[in-house]
């Protein structure tokens, strides 16, 4: 704690606290100087700076006595009994006098007060600072050592010196209320400094055309991005004004709005336009316009301008290439979907919509519904797809059935494919197609082209009556021989029962050579359906050759043959494959007919082809084949025949093909053709 006896107050003492006091304006520095002459001069241990603001108290700053120097600390905080007593500080407030307590731990008037029971403080002095009968705060001071340290002698230098405190400080305060506003007025006039270099930078480089028009809808200002959109100079936009070179299909819309802004109607607006620039271009803009007011003077229109003609186009792109998708899904009858796995939600062209009947209108796209169109005995192999699909993330297809409210039935054809969305879902897009009409043509060139094939295979038996009757006559005459025979064997007068035994044998022989033969040409003649089958194709090819044994005789042709007799078996329609030999044995014979310098041979054999395959070879010593008719010989209606159609080779081909085979034509050396033809080998599970 200072101290300071009675006789040092003199009036030195006082003139000098008061130049100190009246010595600093600034409120900072004042407040520790006025706390600091206080404590001296009261002989105080601890004081509070209390101010009024408005009607609140507030601690201003707090100030302790500590090692021969006076501490201040500056505070903003309420004034509450944790601070001091708020009873005694009322009372100071509320009388505007002096409160001295020479020891507030005796019994006082002021003694039920909280924070003199708490703290019992000895000597407390509170001092109002009044200026011209206003009080502008208080002056709180302790001393916690000794009772009766407030003399009158100190309090007396004090309240001498209040006035001057209430003053100086409310100087001090005035002074901070200016220094505070110039400082606000100065970051204001910076920040509008800076705004106004923020904006001359912005008019002057963005992208973005920026214009000003009075309310007469006149140019007043524009940027170098303005005048570059519409190819003006900016001396030649000051002489027009924005209407003069907005569309002119767009003019009238625009005279409606400058009026509305005009009349105050109309503050802000957003709208697209178009715009004609110098050379006569059109250029799409979005606009955005506001009124500004401007102080002195009539408002002002601001506008940005952004070119979109780019996104215009891109949009008119689009809806171009939206109706040309909806046309060519109406045409090929191809609608397109989406589904996202996570969410269900499912979305349906308008062609798939009427593909499964629905009324866009009326229904909402969504799984079940989409289930629910599909033919019972499909829906389950479809969930199962989606189910397989789904978990593997991978693409599928698919041909269902469904039928339409109406009893309309079609046969679609799903595709699908996964994709990933920016979230992270699975979603699956893809398309349905409308196949009826495609399955039911399929059917017709089914029909159609085993009316052909059987066709084709009555005119190759054509060629070979010749040589059919001469296979049925042999063993006809064979049986009418054996029959003679068995019949003089038994007129005999001691009948030999074994000779005719043997010759009955060979009758049944015969007959069951001519019925294989006859069994096999109505095989060949009847007009049926493709019938698949497990068979063994050597014994097949076998049966052919039997047919046209006598037609080889005939034209002096040597068969050679490598037909195992236990191969692989394969699965198809036997009828039709025999009908693809007997042409390729036909064929061999016919280009075998000129031949004269070298004998005539005819070669057939299977070997194992590629894995699951085997191969069947039918080779000539013809006249063989020139390198650019050999692959044409399969086309249809191609023919080196002069009596020719050119379909037989085209069948065989289309034959080989339906069952999953490869069948071409290669020169064989030293002469002739060699045309071969591949088969799946079946299993024995199949």
Not at 170 to 194: G, P, V
Not at 310 to 326: G, H, I, M
Not at 522 to 547: Q, Y
Not at 639 to 663: F, Q, V, W, Y
Request: glycine share 6%; proline share 4%; net charge negative.
């Amino acid at each position: 704690m200072l101290d300071a006896s009675p006789e040092q107050l003199d009036i030195g003492a006082v003139v000098k606290a008061s130049q100190a006091l009246s010595g600093e304006i600034v409120l900072g520095r004042f407040v520790e100087t006025l706390m600091t002459v206080a404590l001296e001069h009261a002989g105080a241990d601890r004081g509070l700076l209390v101010l009024l603001r408005g009607d609140k108290l507030q601690i201003e700053a707090e100030a302790r006595a500590e090692q021969r120097k006076v501490a201040v600390s500056l505070r903003e905080d309420a004034a509450t009994s944790a601070d001091l007593p708020e009873s005694l500080l009322h009372t100071v407030i509320r009388t505007k006098e002096s409160v001295i307590l020479d020891d507030a731990s005796a019994p006082n008037a002021f003694s039920a007060d909280t924070y003199i029971r708490r703290l019992r403080p000895r000597s407390v002095l509170c001092l109002p600072l009044v200026k011209q009968a206003e009080l502008v705060g208080l002056l709180y001071l302790e001393n916690n050592l000794a009772p009766g340290a407030f003399t009158p002698a100190r309090t007396s230098i004090l309240k001498l010196l209040s006035s001057q405190m209430a003053i100086s400080l409310e100087n001090a305060r005035l002074y901070a209320d200016l220094s505070n506003e110039n400082r606000d007025r100065q970051k204001a006039e910076d920040a509008l400094r800076e705004s106004e270099r923020l904006w001359r930078s912005l008019f002057e480089n963005t992208l973005v055309g920026i214009v000003l028009t009075n309310i007469q809808g006149r140019f007043v200002a524009v940027n170098a991005a303005y005048c570059t959109m519409f190819g003006y100079s900016e001396a030649e936009l000051m002489q027009l004004s924005p209407l003069e070179i907005t569309h002119e299909e767009d003019r009238d819309a625009s005279k409606q709005i400058i009026a509305a802004h005009a009349a105050g109607r109309l503050r802000t607006l957003r709208l697209e336009k178009r715009y004609r620039t110098k050379s006569g271009d059109v250029v799409w803009a979005e606009v955005s316009a506001s009124t500004v007011q401007v102080v002195g003077s009539t408002p002002l229109i601001a506008g940005f301008v952004l070119d979109i003609t780019d996104r215009k186009r891109a949009e008119e792109n689009l809806r171009r290439s939206e109706a040309f998708l909806a046309q060519a899904q109406e045409i090929t009858q191809t609608g397109s979907w989406r589904w996202n796995v996570a969410t269900g939600d499912v979305g349906w062209s308008t062609e798939h919509f009427r593909i499964f009947g629905f009324d866009p209108a009326a229904t909402r796209p969504s799984y079940e519904t989409f289930m629910e169109r599909i033919e019972p005995d499909d829906r389950v192999a479809f969930a199962r797809t989606l189910e397989i699909a789904v978990r593997d993330k991978a693409p599928f297809q698919m041909e269902y059935r469904i039928t339409l409210p109406d009893g309309t039935a079609k046969r679609l054809q799903s595709v699908g494919r996964p994709d990933i969305t920016s979230y992270g879902e699975l979603e699956f897009v893809g398309t349905v197609m409308d196949i009826t009409e495609r399955r039911r043509a399929e059917e017709a060139l089914r029909d159609a082209q085993s009316d052909l094939a059987h066709v084709a295979r009555l005119t190759t038996m054509g060629q070979l009556v010749a040589s059919i009757a001469h296979e049925i006559n042999q063993p006809l005459t064979a049986i009418v021989s054996n029959g003679d025979t068995a019949l003089l064997w038994l007129n005999r007068e001691k009948p030999d029962l074994a000779e005719a035994r043997n010759a009955l044998s060979r009758i049944v022989r015969d007959a069951m050579r001519a019925g294989g033969v006859i069994r096999g040409l109505r095989a060949l003649a009847m007009k049926t359906g493709p019938e698949l089958g497990k068979f063994d194709i050597n014994e097949a090819v076998r049966e052919v050759l039997t047919l046209t044994g006598s037609e080889l005789k005939r034209h002096g042709i040597l068969l050679r043959t490598d037909l195992p007799a236990a191969g692989p078996p394969v699965v198809g329609d036997r009828v039709q494959l025999q009908q693809v030999v007997l042409n390729l044995v036909l064929n061999a014979i016919e280009a075998m007919k000129p031949i004269r310098e070298h004998h005539r041979e005819l070669s057939v054999s299977s070997t194992p082809g590629e894995p699951g395959t085997i191969v069947v070879a039918i080779e000539d010593t013809g006249t063989g084949l020139a390198p650019e008719i050999a692959q044409r010989i399969f086309d249809p209606f191609f023919t080196t025949k002069p009596d020719g159609l050119g379909m037989g080779l085209s069948i065989c081909r289309s034959i080989i093909e339906a069952h999953g085979g490869r069948l071409w034509a290669s020169p064989r050396e030293p002469q002739g053709t060699a045309v071969r033809f591949t088969l799946k080998v079946g299993s024995e599970s199949s």
